[in-house]
């Protein structure tokens, strides 16, 4: 089971082909092939942590796609945020986000607090 570690883009695109062929026939777990796999795996995904990591999303972003996610409308953020007219200030950009308001955000919502802790994107000019 010679594997070894990623540290080329080479070697990266030479592990993608290699793991892209078990997708069509995944291999059964504690097998050598599927052992083999599940290492691989956490190579590839090792490797795109350290290269290409994904930005966590603008903080109204992730609170837009939690409601979107379950149907809320903005007199649902009430609770977390506060007075309707504050909810749309927060959705528009015109006021940052509270620590009170994060965290009620995460723990009702499951919003995750890092994401709410970034400075939020300026609105666009008009």
């Known amino acids: 089971m010679e594997i070894r570690p990623i540290k080329t883009e080479e070697d990266y695109k030479a592990a993608l082909r290699e793991v892209s062929a078990y997708f069509d026939n995944e291999p059964t777990p504690g097998t050598p092939e599927g052992d ?13 942590a350290r290269h290409y990591p994904i930005d966590l999303p603008d903080p109204v972003e992730a609170i837009k796609f939690r409601m979107d996610q379950a149907g809320l409308t903005p007199k649902d953020l009430m609770p977390c945020i ?29 919003i995750p607090a890092e994401c709410l802790i970034q400075p939020p994107k300026l609105p666009l000019a008009a």
């Open 36 to 48: 083999r796999f599940e290492v691989l795996l956490t190579l590839v995904e090792s490797y795109e």
């Open 82 to 110: 506060g007075r309707l007219n504050r909810v749309y200030e927060i959705l528009n950009r015109k006021r940052p986000l509270t620590l009170n308001m994060i965290w009620k955000l995460n723990q009702q919502l499951g």
